[in-house]
């Protein structure tokens, strides 16, 4: 076995550059979320058969990934969701 140091950058783009459909699906939402600034509201429209709690899920591991937080809100309509980005950390 060979160890050797890395830092956290190399971890997080190894995980991005895994080949499957969830890691395409990830670079995709965080080229989207990397098009608004702090204070803009976004709506997404969810297309048949996406979950609305999995799409969330994914938007707020995605915006932590880049440094963002991501501010819900509540919406009676069942195919989209509405939030607001909140703030932006520098990320290393």
């Given at each position: 076995?060979?160890?050797q140091k890395v830092d956290e950058s190399e971890i997080k783009k190894a995980k991005l550059d895994a080949e499957n459909p969830r890691s395409e699906a990830k670079r995709q939402v965080i080229a989207f979320l990397k098009e608004f600034a702090v204070?803009?509201?976004v709506k997404?429209?969810?297309e048949d058969?996406?979950?609305k709690t999995n799409s969330n899920?994914?938007?707020h591991a995605a915006?932590?990934?880049i440094g963002l937080t991501l501010k819900m809100s509540r919406t009676t309509i069942k195919n989209e969701i509405h939030f607001?980005?909140?703030d932006a950390v520098t990320v290393a």
């Amino acid at each position: 076995m060979k160890f050797q140091k890395v830092d956290e950058s190399e971890i997080k783009k190894a995980k991005l550059d895994a080949e499957n459909p969830r890691s395409e699906a990830k670079r995709q939402v965080i080229a989207f979320l990397k098009e608004f600034a702090v204070g803009d509201w976004v709506k997404i429209t969810l297309e048949d058969g996406e979950n609305k709690t999995n799409s969330n899920n994914r938007l707020h591991a995605a915006a932590r990934e880049i440094g963002l937080t991501l501010k819900m809100s509540r919406t009676t309509i069942k195919n989209e969701i509405h939030f607001q980005i909140v703030d932006a950390v520098t990320v290393a």
